[in-house]
């Protein structure tokens, strides 16, 4: 169903995290694909950082578009004003960082972008992080 929807996640990257000071820290983006012409469709771009579960951290996205063979490759990488994403936390937590947008229909899109465990690394238990960590994409329709 996923490749029907006008907005499809075509990947991404990151680096580290490394953990320093308490503190997990990196730097990441994610790729969007759209038909060509339609680059202003994703609407309200941002990540959410969940820490066990819970909404800590909401951060507007930095955008770049390329376009090839009639589609628009948007990437948006995390606004920090020059710094590298940041968020205290001891190794046992599990972060869980998604990528929230909508389409011009109104459509939003949540898609699960990585999961960590508090020392950078993927946890053994990925439901440690509850519920938001089980879907790799959520639909919500308008009101």
């Known amino acids: 169903v996923a490749m029907l929807l006008p907005l499809q996640t075509s990947g991404g990257g990151w680096d580290g995290p ?6 997990l820290s990196s730097s990441f983006a994610i790729s969007i694909y759209t038909e060509e012409g339609l680059s202003t469709e994703v609407l309200d771009p941002e990540f959410r950082i969940y820490k066990n579960g819970e909404l ?13 063979g009639g589609f ?8 920090t004003d020059g710094q590298r994403w940041r968020l205290e936390c001891e190794p046992e937590d ?16 949540d898609f699960l972008f990585q999961i960590w465990d508090g020392s950078g690394e993927v946890p053994a238990d990925p439901s440690a992080g509850g519920e938001i960590a089980a879907e790799s994409l959520i639909l919500r329709w308008p009101d």
Do not use: K, P, W
């Open 94 to 109: 599990v972060i869980v960082i998604r990528f929230v947008c909508s389409d011009r229909y109104g459509l939003e899109y």
């Open 18 to 23: 490394s953990r320093m000071d308490g503190a």
């Open 56 to 68: 800590v951290q909401t951060l507007g996205g930095v955008v770049s578009i390329h376009t090839s």
């Open 72 to 79: 628009n490759e948007i990437s948006y990488s995390v606004d």
